[in-house]
């Protein structure tokens, strides 16, 4: 089967990985835009713009694609899945409209309070005084959210008053949620869905904030690690019956069947399980995790999802091995950005419990006319180690990521630290 991946992170990368262990050939793989490390697994194509429907669906027919897998949320939000849909290729992707999902927070509670799906309180805000008041309602913590694609900074959780007008008013121009303050662990919990079926994958946790004990701002993601041996037995069978299958119910009752990748972002809250956040696509860097540990076909996952088969498809297998995944940020990250810097010691790094997606990295010329490898953005790479148990996977993710060297780059030293026990 020729697939097309679309997209040029670290979760792109692993989703490369992860086709190419359970079976399919990287040669019948296109990577577009693509990374310096993804084009050492699968050929890319740099110059394809990820985000043009029309531009891909020409690609896409030129290559007689079988199946196309959308990485990223701009594609969605720009309508790719359904120029590659009305171009007759199966799409691993939803629409455009069902992707407001995740583009709009506002749109996200209507579907949920339509479909009886568990969430916090919140109310919408058009005005800072609609903010004020509504801040006052919940009390602190402060939990404030643009109602928009924000690139992973649009949410803040503060109990200074002063902090969360000044957030609500960076945002106020696309609307503002105020919502009320959930306590609890958080999961990270992906459906594949083929607009009717939903099929869980296995529950992950990821690290958002930029340094260790939570410190820091927020980012899109340091570190995660999966399975998660502390939730209560039935925890993936009561998402699924409570939150996934419902709203994938209500979305095909909207007209908007959703056929792509559910992430549910989830709170255990010591009143059940609420529902923060879902996006329309697989997570950065759950992904990594979740995917190093999968056994059964990827392609073959994916390709029933996207052609309404998910009834048929056997429930996904996953290894009894943990999995954990640590980020190389650049220098500054997420405030500020570094300049390309190159990347060394990643030569000895993989083996057999390591693997090595890359965000954001590119090959350069060096005076010498040798390729060297720079690092081009702010989470440049995914350290990702498995083990029999998080003590060994640990071990193993950072023994590696301590022979990688960028100069300025940082870490979290805590990912997985207290399953590690
Ligand atoms: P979101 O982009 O909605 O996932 O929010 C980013 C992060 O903010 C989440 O991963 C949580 O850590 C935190 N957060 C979001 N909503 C809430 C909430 N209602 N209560 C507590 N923390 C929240
Ligand atoms: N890891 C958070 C996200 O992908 O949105």
Redesign the pocket.
């Known amino acids: 089967m020729k697939i097309l991946v679309l997209g040029q992170g670290a979760r792109e990368h692993a989703i490369v990985k992860a086709l190419i262990r359970t079976g399919t050939p990287a040669a019948s793989i296109i990577v577009a835009p693509g990374n310096a490390g993804i084009s050492t697994d699968a050929p890319c194509e740099p110059n394809l713009n990820p985000n043009s429907p029309s531009e891909v669906a020409a690609f896409a027919k030129a290559h007689e694609i079988e199946l196309a897998i959308i990485g990223p949320e701009a594609p969605l939000v720009a309508g790719v899945s359904d120029a590659l849909r009305d171009a007759g290729i199966p799409v691993f992707g939803p629409s455009q409209k069902a992707a407001a999902l995740e583009g709009s927070?506002s749109f996200a509670k209507e579907v949920m309070a339509a479909a009886g799906v568990p969430t916090?309180m919140?109310r919408e805000c058009s005005t800072l005084a609609e903010v004020e008041s509504a801040i006052d309602e919940f009390g602190a913590?402060y939990?404030i959210?643009a109602d928009g694609l924000a690139a992973?900074k649009?949410?803040?959780?503060t109990s200074d008053r002063a902090a969360a007008l000044e957030h609500a008013a960076k945002f106020i121009h696309m609307g503002v949620l105020v919502?009320?303050?959930?306590?609890g662990q958080?999961v990270s919990l992906f459906f594949l869905a083929d607009g009717k079926t939903v099929l869980p994958l296995s529950p992950a946790q990821?690290f958002?904030r930029a340094f260790d004990n939570d410190e820091g701002p927020?980012t899109g993601g340091m570190g995660a690690y999966s399975p998660l041996p502390w939730l209560p037995a039935g925890f993936v069978e009561e998402v699924e019956r409570t939150v996934a299958q419902p709203t994938v119910d209500e979305l095909g009752k909207l007209g908007m069947p959703f056929v792509g990748l559910l992430y549910c972002?989830l709170?255990l809250t010591a009143k059940g399980i609420?529902v923060?956040?879902f996006n329309a696509r697989f997570g950065d860097p759950e992904t990594q995790v979740v995917l190093r540990r999968l056994n059964s076909s990827l392609s073959n996952l994916l390709y029933k999802a996207a052609t309404g088969q998910l009834e048929t498809a056997a429930a996904p297998e996953f290894s009894d091995q943990v999995a954990i995944t640590v980020v190389l940020a650049s220098e500054g990250y997420p405030d500020t950005s570094a300049p390309n810097r190159p990347i060394h010691g990643l030569g000895s790094v993989e083996n057999e419990h390591v693997e090595v997606c890359h965000a954001a990295t590119a090959w350069a010329e060096t005076k010498d006319g040798e390729e060297s490898l720079m690092a081009t953005g702010g989470r440049v790479l995914s350290v990702v180690a498995s083990g029999h148990d998080f003590a060994g996977a640990r071990a193993h993710a950072y023994a590696a990521i301590e022979k990688i060297s960028l100069q300025g780059s940082h870490y979290r030293k805590d990912i997985a630290a207290k399953v590690a026990g």
Do not use: T, W
């Not at 649009?154 to 959780?157: F, L, N, P, R, T």
């Open positions: 927070k916090g919140a913590p939990v959210k992973g649009g949410v803040i959780v919502e009320e303050f959930l306590d958080e990821d958002k927020n972002g709170i609420r923060i956040e």
